[in-house]
Structures are given as C-alpha cells and as structure tokens.
C-alpha cells in the first residue's frame, strides 16, 4: 500500500507538472502570436532576435530581405567592403554586445551585382535577456538621390569657385559661409579659412554692405597685408 501510495502521488504531480507545462506552453504561444501580428503590421521589416543571435520572430518583410538568415548573419555575409559595410556591420555587433541602441546604413551586394542600401537599426528589448529588436528599411533610391544632389552642389560650387567675379555668402550674424575662389584670391586667404570671419573683418572703409534686402555699392577691402582695394558690390 505504501509503495501504492507514493507511485500514486508521483503520477499526482507529474501530471500536475505536465498540465502546468502545458499552459505556459499555451502562454507563450499566444504571447509570440500577438508579438508576431504587432511585427506583422509594422511598416518595415522587424526581427527579434534571442541571445544566441538567431532570429525568434520576424515579419514577412524582413523574411523578404533576409530569407531564413539572422540579421547580423546576413548583412556580415552580404556586406560590401568597398563602401565601408563591414565597419558598419562591425558597428552593428559592438552595440549588440554592449547592450545598446544604434544604427548604421548597410551596402551590400544583391544578386545582380547591384548595390542596396540598408539602413539597418538595432535596440536591446526591455524583457528578455540578450533579445534584440531589429528595424531594416532599404534606402537604395534615397541614397542614389543624395548622390546626385551632392554632385550638383559639387557642380554649383565648382562653378562658383571659378567664376571671374568674387562671390561671397554670409550668414545673418555677417560671418562668411561662402566665398569662392576669386575672392579669397583678392583677400589673399584661403577660401576655407574665411568661412566663420566675419565680413566687416575684411572691410577698409566705413561703408558696409547691407545684410537684409538689396543693397549695392562701392565698399573698400583690406587683404590679408594690409592692402586695400575697392569692389562694386
């Protein structure tokens, strides 16, 4: 009877124990359910990710760029070295391992030999050690676009630069943050060196120009040896 008893009471609380499995089982499930439909309607790609750096949870827009790939994983095998996506991806594991939030813009090398961009963002999630949360957003098209914009303000101040006119910029405080080339030549500095002077620094005469609304006139400059030269401006 005692032997009885106490195989009975074992299989009490096995399964008990079982039961108990069973409903955090459930618990969890629905738990990832409901974290999987908010991934699910994020505008972006999104992962979580456990401790070990394996993907627990993604949306089919992250599935879409990463396959069945983590993402550190992917963007360490796909990153390209020319444009420096291996110190962003480096980046990318110091701030997971440091427990830290940051974000870096990612080239890789698509299988047409394009290059994508990715601006790729990591944040440690408050609950789960070691899990993080993952925002990937593809921003090819917007790079391209800033490439082009950067090359025309390289072209318009090129043009600037070498025009046969000085030209100067100055900011509402009367500091210069433009001068081309034939300007800074007459003033006998370097154009960089000027940005941040202030303009009546490099006036003669007690005439100056005005900063708000049109203004011309004949004011007098004073170059970097003391000589001093009119200009209509």
Known sequence: RWLLSCALALLVALVAWILAESIRSVRRDASSAAVFDILECADGARVVTG????????????????????????????????????VAVQRLRQAVESRLADIAEVPILARADDLEWFRVEVSPLPWGAGMNLWSIEEITARKAIDDILTQERQDLSDFLHFLPAGVYSVDVDGRFYFVNQRMADWLGRDADSLTGLRLEDTLAGTTKPQADGEWQGNVRFCDSNGREFSASV
């Open 51 to 86: 401790s070990d750096g394996f993907t627990v949870l993604s949306n089919s827009k992250a599935h879409s760029i990463l396959g069945e790939s983590a993402p550190l994983a992917f963007f360490d095998d796909h990153a390209e070295a020319e444009f420096d996506g291996r």
